[in-house]
């Protein structure tokens, strides 16, 4: 009976430290005012269309977006492109198909059936062209991390200096929202890097905002619609108890008169 009360005692313990660890090493990620949260939450079709921007010109170097082909960007509830404007982003990309009727692999322009094109042929690839670091595939990487589109939020405005007594290996930087601090990536935004073509202002906090959005909404797509079906969902839910009332208020009043 000791040995079982010496057991739990220590597990509470331990149970106890890596709560205070969890706890201290929580960070308080930068807040925004995301378009998409709530009830009635939509996309803002700017900041999707700002935010493909962002990831063509920055992020898709190294970062490939596999589940994503170019026609989901004429599709109603994402970016919503015109399906002219579409192709033209298509086209501008160079994919390898084939074989063609000699047996050789040959490019085309991108088509809107294409998936995006990738960075690189292979992981292998990728890891040899950034130091062994294999940067992940950015179509859900939202959900994939903890604290969502948040996280991601602040992680891009996240780069200042290590504090003193810190010593970083070479290629690797300090970034106070990654967990550990430590980062193989750059900081990749400066202020006024990209010229939007709405003519807003490329700030970091807005080219951070932007492509985060555009993140949210490759992971969740379909997001407007849940939306609305949950929000119609509760009007049923609301008319049907309101139905329910009645009708027991009517049943209970024929047994009160009865008796």
Avoid at 87 to 104: L, M, Q, Y
Avoid at 135 to 161: F, N
Avoid at 169 to 188: E, R, W
Wanted: contains cysteine; neutral net charge.
């Amino acid at each position: 009976m000791k040995n079982f009360f010496r057991t739990l005692s220590l597990i509470t313990l331990v149970f106890i430290f890596q709560f205070n660890c969890n706890a201290a090493e929580k960070v308080e990620y930068l807040k925004t005012d995301w378009s998409f949260k709530g009830l009635f939450g939509k996309f803002d079709r700017s900041a999707l269309q700002r935010g493909y921007q962002v990831y063509t010109e920055v992020c898709s170097s190294c970062h490939s977006m596999k589940y994503l082909s170019y026609r989901n960007l004429a599709e109603k509830g994402g970016p919503e492109f015109t399906e002219a404007q579409a192709k033209a982003i298509a086209a501008s990309f160079e994919v390898t198909d084939g074989p063609n009727s000699d047996g050789d692999m040959f490019t085309r322009p991108g088509k809107l059936s294409d998936k995006f094109v990738m960075p690189y042929e292979n992981v292998k690839a990728a890891q040899a062209a950034n130091g062994g670091a294999y940067p992940p595939d950015m179509s859900v990487l939202v959900k994939a991390r903890g604290g969502g589109v948040d996280y991601i939020y602040s992680l891009l405005q996240g780069y200042v200096d290590p504090p003193q007594g810190i010593v970083l290996d070479d290629g690797v930087h300090y970034n106070k929202f990654m967990y550990g601090n430590k980062i193989k990536m750059a900081n990749q935004l400066s202020d006024g890097l990209i010229e939007y073509g709405d003519g807003t202002n490329a700030t970091v906090e807005q080219m951070s905002k932007d492509v985060t959005t555009f993140l949210m909404w490759a992971a969740e797509p379909h997001l407007e619609t849940r939306h609305q079906m949950g929000f119609k969902a509760i009007i049923y839910l609301i008319i049907l108890t309101i139905l329910v009332y009645f009708s027991m208020k009517k049943i209970w009043s024929r047994i009160e008169t009865e008796v």
